[in-house]
């Protein structure tokens, strides 16, 4: 992951001298907007999750701390927040039934919810 989200942080941070060369040298004008959105949704919202899950046991809290942050990134930007979603969805296939009770060896998982 950090292999994808260093060249995309030195571009969002040079952009003022990208905007200095000849159009179309590195990037179109599209792109650098986009780039600037997977640096916020990255660095505010994924890698976070990345970095912090190395436990089978913490893995099921921390999917769903992740699907709670993409939901309150909604506000942010929608559409990326939208297309995570998406795509997280698409890896939901181990949390299966027999799976889930890991998290009750988890010591990061509260032991009580405040509703």
């Known amino acids: 992951m950090l292999e994808i ?4 942080v030195k571009i969002c941070l ?8 000849p159009k179309g040298t590195i990037t179109t004008q599209q792109q650098v907007p986009k780039m ?22 913490d893995a099921p809290w921390h999917d769903l701390q992740l699907v709670h942050n993409l939901l309150k990134y909604k506000t942010v930007s929608p559409n990326v927040a939208e297309s995570a979603l998406r795509a997280f969805k698409h890896h939901l296939w181990y949390l299966t039934a027999e799976m889930i009770p890991l998290a009750l060896f988890s010591s990061i998982v509260p032991t009580s919810c405040s509703g």
Do not use: G, H, K
């Open 5 to 8: 989200i260093s060249p995309n």
């Open 14 to 21: 040079l952009q003022d001298y990208i905007n200095q060369l």
């Open 36 to 57: 600037r959105e997977f640096v916020n949704f990255a660095t505010l919202v994924y890698s976070e999750w990345w970095m912090t899950c190395t436990s089978a046991v």
